[in-house]
C-alpha cells in the first residue's frame, strides 16, 4: 500500500482503449504524476453484462446510442496475457498495479496472477456471490459505496468480515455535478464503520479530491487519460496528464499543510514568539519605591521581559529600582 498518508490512485479504468500500448504509456504518466497505484478494469463482457444491457445515459452521450453496451465493452477488455505484462511493467516502474474484477472469473484471474488488494466497484456491492468469492480469498479490499445506503454497506461488510476492507464514498454519475460529490459522506463513512475511508472522485477537475483529503480521506481515486479527446465513454470526464499531476501535488500539499492537530509552537515559528508577544515595560520613569500602576506600566515587544499575563501580579507592587520608560520591568 501507499508509502504516503493519503493513497493516490490513477485510474486507468478503460481509457486504454483496448491498445496496450496506451495501456504501457497511461502507466507511465501514472508514475510522473508520482501516483501510488495506477488501476485498470479487469472483466469478461459476457460474463458483466447481458445481450440487451442498455448504456448508462453518460456513456450514449460518449459513444453513441447506436452500439450495444456489450459491443462497447467487448473492444475494452484486456486479456491474461495483457494483464501479465502490464503487471510486469508497474513493477519495473515502481508503481502498485491494481484491478477491479467486475464478474467472477475475474476475480479468480487477478488473484491468480498474485494481487493482494481487490477494488470493489460501487455496482458490485448488491453481489452477493461475488462478494463471498472474495471473502474466502481473503483479500485487502477497497470498497466503492456509490449508489449505496449505510444498511446496504453493512450488508456488505458481513459478507467481507474475512477481509481488510477500505471504504470509498462515491458518487456513479460521469460527471458527478459538484452539488450532489457530498464529500462529507468521508468523515460519516469513517465514524460509521470504524474503517479507512477516501473518496473515489467523478467531479471534473480536483477541488473535491482535495476536500476528501481536508475531511480525512486516506485514498483517493481519479480517473485520468492520456487525451481527453480520444473516443471512449469515460475520457471526456477524466483528469488529463497535467491535471493528474496538479491532483497529486495538491494533495501532497493538503498532506502536509494537515499536520497532526496537535496544537503547539511549530519549530519554525518559535522563533517569532519573542519578537511578536510583548513584555511589561515602563510607560514612563520609574523611581525605586514608586508603585506600579495601570499609569506608568504598559506592555511593548519583545518579550525579553516578563510576561503581560503576569500584569495582575505587577500591579500594586514597588519597584525595587529605577526604570527609565521602556526599560523591561
Known amino acids: 500500500m501507499s508509502k504516503n498518508k493519503v493513497m493516490i490512485i490513477a485510474e486507468a479504468g478503460i481509457n486504454h482503449n483496448g491498445s496496450l500500448e496506451t495501456a504501457f504509456k497511461m502507466i507511465d504518466a501514472a508514475v510522473k504524476a508520482d501516483a501510488d497505484a495506477v488501476k485498470f478494469q479487469t472483466f469478461n463482457t459476457s460474463e458483466l453484462v447481458s445481450a440487451n444491457a442498455p448504456k448508462a445515459a453518460y456513456q450514449k452521450k460518449h459513444t453513441g446510442a447506436e452500439e450495444s453496451q456489450m459491443d462497447m465493452l467487448k473492444k475494452l477488455e484486456l486479456t491474461e496475457k495483457d494483464h501479465i505484462a502490464l503487471i510486469q511493467y508497474c513493477r519495473k516502474k ?19 496472477l498474485g494481487l493482494k ?19 474466502k480469498l481473503k483479500k485487502r479490499v477497497i470498497l466503492s459505496t456509490g449508489m449505496s445506503t449505510l444498511k446496504e454497506i453493512s450488508a456488505a ?36 464503520f470504524k474503517l479507512p475511508s477516501g473518496y ?24 485520468f487519460t492520456l487525451d481527453k479527446n480520444l473516443p471512449g465513454p469515460d475520457q471526456k470526464v477524466s483528469l ?12 501532497r500539499e493538503a498532506e502536509l499543510c494537515l499536520g497532526n492537530g496537535y496544537k503547539k509552537p511549530s519549530p519554525s ?8 508577544r510583548k513584555s511589561i515595560a515602563a510607560k514612563t520613569d520609574i523611581k525605586r519605591g514608586d508603585i506600579f500602576t495601570n499609569r506608568n506600566l504598559t506592555a511593548k515587544r519583545p518579550a525579553k521581559g516578563k510576561s503581560p499575563m503576569l500584569w495582575d ?9 529605577d526604570y527609565k520608560e521602556d526599560d523591561f520591568i
Open 117 to 135: 488488494t481487490f477494488k470493489i466497484p460501487s455496482g458490485e456491492i448488491t453481489n452477493l456471490p461475488y462478494l463471498r468469492i472474495i471473502n
Open 94 to 112: 515502481g508503481i502498485e498495479f491494481l484491478s477491479t474484477p467486475f464478474d467472477i472469473p475475474s476475480v479468480y484471474l487477478l488473484h491468480k
Open 200 to 223: 473515489s472522485d467523478h467531479t471534473l477537475g480536483i477541488t473535491s479530491a482535495v476536500c476528501a483529503v481536508a475531511l480525512g480521506a486516506v485514498i483517493i481515486e481519479k480517473h
Open 240 to 251: 488529463d496528464t497535467e491535471e493528474l499531476c496538479a491532483m497529486v501535488k495538491a494533495i
Open 313 to 321: 501580579k505587577i500591579i500594586g507592587t514597588r519597584a525595587k529600582k
Open 157 to 192: 461488510l458481513r459478507a467481507l468480515k474475512n477481509c481488510k476492507v477500505s471504504l470509498l464514498h462515491a458518487n456513479t454519475e460521469y460527471p458527478t455535478p459538484i452539488e450532489h460529490a457530498n464529500v462529507a459522506a468521508v468523515k460519516t463513512l469513517s465514524e460509521k
Open 269 to 276: 515559528e518559535i522563533k517569532n514568539i519573542a519578537i511578536a
